[in-house]
Structures are given as C-alpha cells and as structure tokens.
C-alpha cells in the first residue's frame, strides 16, 4: 500500500528549500498529506546538501534516527546532492534507504515510491536532458516571498567545491516557462520573488541574460518585488547592474560571493576575478544604485592560506563594508582538486580566523543596520513573531524587521525603522499600502 502521510526534511540552500517544496506537491498531488507536526510520518524524504563538513556521514546518522522504537521504519527516501553524490552506494551503506533519488531526478518521487512499496530499491541519479519543471502540477498557495529556481548547476568548477559534480553543468530554465510560474505564485498570494541559481546570473535564454528575465517579470501586476540569488561575479554584466539603476521592482540587495581577499588564494581556488575586478563591479553597483545592500560568502582555511592571506580577506571586508555576509571554514570535498592540495590547514587555525572574520563582518552589519535607523520604508510582511501582537518582514535591503502589528502575512507596511540590532530592526507602522 502507497504511504498516506510524508515528511521532507531539507538541509542547506534556498535551491533546496525549492526542491522540497515541488516534491511536496508532486505527492500531495497523488493523495498523500504532509504529516502533522510530531506525528509519524509513512514516507520520509531527507534532501540533504553536499557542500560542507561531513555531509553524508550526517545523512547516515539521520537515516538511523528514523528507527522507531518498536523496530519498525518509515518508507525512507534519500534526495539532494548526498544522493547525486553516493548513488547506489548509498543503499550499501545503510540499507534502510528504500529510495535514492537526485536534484535532477525527483519528478519521479511518486513513481519510485510505488516501486519501493512493491519491494524494489530504486535509484535515480541521471540528469536527464528533459526537464523535471515540465512535471510539476500548477502551485495554488505561495508564501509572500516566494523561491523560484530558473537556473541550475554551475559550470565554473572552483576547486574546493562540488556543486559542478552534485548539480552537474549550467542550465537555465526557458523564459516563457519562468514567467508562467511567476504568474502563477502571484495568483497564489506571492509579491515577492527570489529568482534562484547556483549561478543565478549566469541565466540565460541564448542570447539574452538575467537582466532581460527581471525586466519580462517586472511587468507582471501584483508582483511587487524581485530579488535573485546566488551570483557569480564573472557574470555580473553591466547591463544587470543598468537593470539595479531602473528597475524599480528590483531590490537593492546583491549577494556577490567573493570568497577571499587574497589574489593567490583566488587564483587557487580557480575563481575567475581578481580583488581588483570584484571591487570595481562593486563601485559599478554602487554607481547604478548607492543605496545597494552588499553581501557575499567567504572561506577561510583554504590550503595555503597564510596569516597575509587571511589579513587581505578582513581588509576586503573592510573596503566593501557588507551589510551581511556568510563565512564557512574550508572542508575537504572528495574529489575536488583543492581536496589534495598541499598545505591543509589545520582546525584550530581556521577557528581562529574564522571568529576574527565573523566579528569583522558582524560590526558591519551593525554600521549598517544603524545607517537605516530613522529611515521610512516598506517592509513586506512575512510571518508571525516570538512576542503576541508582534510579526516579522523585510525591508528592501534583507534587513529581518520586527514590528508590533495585526497586519497578516503578505501585507506591505509603510514602515519607519526605529532602532538597529547586529541581525534585525525594529520598525513602527506608518500605513498600510493598498495591494
Ligand atoms: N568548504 C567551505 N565552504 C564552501 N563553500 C562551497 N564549498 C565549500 C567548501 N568545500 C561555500 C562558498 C559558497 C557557499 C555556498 O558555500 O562560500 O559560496
Ligand atoms: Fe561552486 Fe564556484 Fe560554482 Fe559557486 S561558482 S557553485 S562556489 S563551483
């Protein structure tokens, strides 16, 4: 008999949070329901993220934890890049796994399902030239802000990391396929939308880019906001930066990756731009829209990191003074070519640098949040507070704000940012805007 009830847990990246969302829907759409909160689900699906630390050895442990008391399982599927990346290995690893299904593959979730529930152990890791979007039923309900994935996998093979391998090579989705999505998730209540990509600003349709993509959604009614994530910064035209300039729809928030401050240790890492390159996109950015909200991801730790490298990284942090930023330490993906590169650093190395830079970026982050206090906006409001009374949205620059309202998810506050914290404002209602 087919599981009635599932659970999808997905681990790591907005593309993820994506991921798990379609194949909820691919099975509420063959008559399964999501499981209530802390009741058992008959399927569990683990879409796990393959980028950093001990991934697979977590999903293991993870797939032991679904063990119930009494001896008994759930239907327990695998999804995500730990799939792609452990194939039918991983069936041998932990034979609890009945299905083991990839990022590119997961539009036939209800089919393995009903051959697991048979007694086969499928496993589907292809990547198949057709498109898993095309499988999709029509969205009904979206989230005020919602995520939209028009372009997948990466092409740019930066030697520590295993999207290119997990993810596969660079595909964007066709434009008119996009938009009718869009339209569809403004019809479901969203007036926000996150265009998603492991290399976002890579998009494109042959011969136009992302720029082009943003101005087509631009006009649809009821779509208020637009922001996407993540760029590359080899890809950041000038013609996407004009679109910052002019389109008002477009937030003034960009989220550009630059990973290290050191040219050696970039130049190592196969980036692609230099310092020198990525500031100057950065001074374009600013020109086209000065109130732009910067963020990026840095590693620290990558083999032969020096105390000069690692010092060239806060001051990069210091010239382009983010708003937010994320930092990871370096881990070891098997298979990639920086995995055995001489000269690992060792943990407590990159511990220490690790917390140098996150206070780095943090102190910015609250010269920002300071720099908009006073200011009047509108924030978009997404969900419900800690506090009774209070809800949580966002400004136009990411910034988290807390504001004590009865306004509903998806209501659009004029708002006046009153006080800064190192992660989220404190805003006063100044008026509702009509939708
Ligand atoms: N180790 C540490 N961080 C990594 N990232 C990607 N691969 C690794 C790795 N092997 C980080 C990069 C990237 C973000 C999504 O994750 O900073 O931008
Ligand atoms: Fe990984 Fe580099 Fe591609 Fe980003 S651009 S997904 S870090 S290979």
């Not at 689900?41 to 950093?52: D, G, M, P």
């Not at 979730?109 to 499988?135: C, H, N, Q, W, Y």
């Amino acid at each position: 008999m087919n599981p009635k009830t599932f659970k999808i847990k997905s681990f790591g990246c907005q593309m993820n949070v994506y991921d798990g969302d379609r194949m909820a829907e691919l099975l509420t759409a063959r008559g399964m329901s999501a499981a209530a909160d802390g009741e058992d689900a008959e399927l569990v699906v683990l879409n796990t993220c393959h980028i950093r630390e001990k991934a697979a050895e977590k999903a293991y442990s993870d797939v032991g934890r679904l063990r119930r008391e009494d001896g008994s399982k759930p239907l327990i599927a695998l999804a995500g890049c730990v799939a792609q990346a452990e194939g039918a290995e991983a069936r041998r690893r932990s034979p609890m796994i009945d299905i083991v299904v990839g990022p590119q593959a997961y539009h036939r979730l209800p089919e393995m399902v009903a051959e697991a529930v048979r007694g086969a152990r499928p496993v589907d890791t292809d990547m198949p030239a057709i498109s898993k979007f095309d499988a999709f039923p029509d969205r009904r309900r979206a989230n005020p802000s919602s995520f939209l994935t028009v372009q997948e996998g990466c092409d740019k093979f930066c030697t520590y990391c295993v999207v290119p391998y997990t993810r596969g090579a660079e595909i964007s989705r066709p434009l008119s396929d996009i938009v009718a999505e869009a339209h569809a998730l403004v019809d479901g209540g969203a007036r926000e939308i996150v265009l998603l990509g492991q290399n976002v600003n890579a998009w494109t349709d042959g011969d136009r880019g992302l720029a082009h993509l943003i101005r087509a959604l631009a006009r649809i009614d009821g779509l208020e906001r637009i922001r996407y994530t993540t760029s590359h910064p080899a890809d950041m035209t000038d013609e996407l930066i004009a679109a910052h300039g002019e389109v008002e729809k477009l937030m003034p928030y960009l989220h550009l990756p630059v990973q290290s401050g050191s040219n050696r240790i970039l130049k190592a890492m196969n980036r692609s731009h230099t310092v020198e390159t990525y500031l100057a996109t950065l001074e374009k950015m600013r020109a086209a829209r000065p109130d732009v909200a910067l963020s990026g991801d840095f590693i620290v730790g990558f083999p032969g990191e020096t105390d000069e490298d690692f010092q060239a990284t806060l001051n990069i942090v210091d010239a382009v003074r983010y708003a937010s930023a994320y930092s990871f330490k370096y881990s070891a993906r098997p298979g990639t070519p920086a995995a055995t590169m001489e000269d690992q650093i060792p943990r407590e190395i990159m511990d220490d640098r690790l917390q140098r830079l996150q206070a780095r970026i943090d102190e910015h982050q609250l010269a920002f949040n300071r720099s908009k206090t006073g200011i009047d906006t509108k924030v978009l409001i997404e969900r419900k507070g800690r506090h009774e009374g209070q809800m949580i949205g966002r400004s136009p620059w990411l910034q988290s704000v807390h504001i004590d309202t009865d306004a509903e998810p998806g209501d659009m506050l004029e708002v006046t940012l009153i006080a800064a914290g190192d992660r989220s404002m404190a805003g006063a209602v100044r008026q509702k805007v009509a939708a």
